[in-house]
């Protein structure tokens, strides 16, 4: 199967639309000390936050580089991008008050979901269940389909990765 050679470059794809929230919330939390309260009530609305994120899930940008990488025959790049799209797609289902605005340059729209994959107000457990089975799932499928023992430890760094924001917002929620 021709995709199993870029496995990375979808990989990649899948994860960095999310890059922009982490390095928020770590910028936020350990560089300038702000309280978790005020970071997702207050600091994540801010305009300037809300543009480096929202770039990361630009489908018109994504869209470009895409057809870029397809003249120039670039796959692999073609395959993170199309991942990239892929994420900010489903992105765009499962958010409410913290949409993204996916259109940017074109738009500042934001399209507020039905459904959310954390507020448990908008079937975030439902949502955010299922979210998890997924990534486990892939995971999984990568852990098992790759014989190669470095892959395999990228894998099991990327799920470990992938399911540490979820336990994140148990603790949050318990408290």
Do not use: K
Not at 43 to 57: E, K, L, S, T, V
Not at 72 to 98: G, I, K, P
């Amino acid at each position: 199967m021709r995709w199993r050679s870029h496995w990375v470059a979808i990989t990649g794809g899948a994860l960095i639309p999310d890059l922009p929230m982490v390095l928020f919330y770590l910028t936020e939390r350990l560089v300038l000390g702000t309280s978790n309260r005020v970071i997702w009530s207050t600091r994540y609305f801010d305009p300037a936050w809300q543009g480096f994120i929202d770039i990361f899930n630009s489908l018109p940008l994504i869209g470009l580089g895409a057809y870029i990488a397809w003249r120039a025959r670039a796959s692999a790049w073609l395959a993170f991008l199309a991942s990239m799209a892929v994420h900010s797609l489903t992105d765009l289902l499962v958010h409410r008050e913290d949409a993204h605005a996916h259109f940017i340059p074109l738009s500042s729209w934001r399209f507020i979901s039905p459904v959310s994959y954390w507020d448990p107000r908008y079937y975030g457990g439902l949502v955010g269940g299922f979210e998890l089975v997924l990534i486990v799932g892939g995971s999984a499928v990568l852990l098992t389909c790759y014989g190669h023992r470095s892959w395999r430890v990228i894998a099991g760094v990327l799920l470990f990765l992938s399911i540490l924001p979820a336990f994140y917002a148990l603790s949050v929620w318990i408290r």
